[in-house]
């Protein structure tokens, strides 16, 4: 397995209280990774750093191999790195364009942008809704339309906060089934989450930050 992003010496305050301090975070290519912890350790902060949305001090950080800098977040970690909230702002429009506002502003041909869309729908199961507006969705329904916008982006590493948060047992399973076929296609997928279903999952390594620290370990693979 080959490294998309390593950063050494990542550290987190606020004023004098330290949030955390990690040693080393190394995601490989397609790979799914369980961010968990108690409420307040720093999950979603974690999240948004990598995303670059908040800044942190950082000893050393590499995007494939060569040297990056997250302050200021260059392009290129733009391009791979997709930030999907835990409550996904949707624009007022339709699902259709919600879906590949993110193309658009990219500046990908329209037919190209909507053959991915077509895909995204059909992969997200919202080719029915393609038409309708954010406000007559269920939460389960905007938050595939979220991971759908974030798929036809086709990013190299995909951060998820809390996506199965307050949705009822089918929303949930309808999202948790959309996972493995993200990995699939060589997408790394890193899930700030307490479901145990989602920390169960088959071959995803499990992170969990305690007391400022990082810890690592391999789930294992279930038999049937």
């Not at 190394?26 to 108690?38: I, S």
């Not at 259709?96 to 506002?101: R, S, T």
């Not at 990013?155 to 307050?166: I, K």
């Amino acid at each position: 397995m080959s490294p998309i992003l390593s950063l050494r010496l990542l550290r987190k305050a606020y004023g004098e209280r330290l949030l955390f301090d990690i040693d080393a975070l190394t995601v490989n290519a397609g790979c799914a990774y369980v961010l968990t912890g108690l409420n307040g350790a720093g999950k979603s902060t974690l999240l948004r750093i990598l995303a670059g949305l908040e800044p942190a001090a950082i000893g050393d950080a590499r995007f494939l191999g060569e040297p990056v800098s997250f302050q200021p977040y260059p392009r290129a970690l733009r391009d791979a790195i997709v930030y999907v909230h835990q409550h996904p702002i949707l624009f007022s429009t339709t699902i259709v364009d919600n879906i590949g506002y993110g193309l658009v502003a990219r500046g990908v041909a329209k037919a190209d942008a909507a053959q991915r869309i077509e895909e995204a729908l059909q992969w997200a199961g919202l080719a029915h809704l393609r038409n309708s507006k954010p406000h007559t969705l269920s939460g389960g329904e905007k938050q595939r339309v979220a991971l759908a916008r974030a798929k036809v982006l086709s990013p190299r590493l995909l951060l998820l906060d809390e996506p199965t948060a307050n949705l009822d047992g089918p929303a949930r399973e309808q999202v948790i089934r959309l996972i493995p076929s993200l990995i699939d296609a060589g997408c790394s997928v890193i899930m700030a989450c307490h479901d145990r279903d989602l920390i169960a999952l088959p071959g995803v390594q499990r992170l969990k930050l305690r007391d400022g620290r990082l810890q690592a370990r391999q789930n294992r693979v279930r038999v049937a």
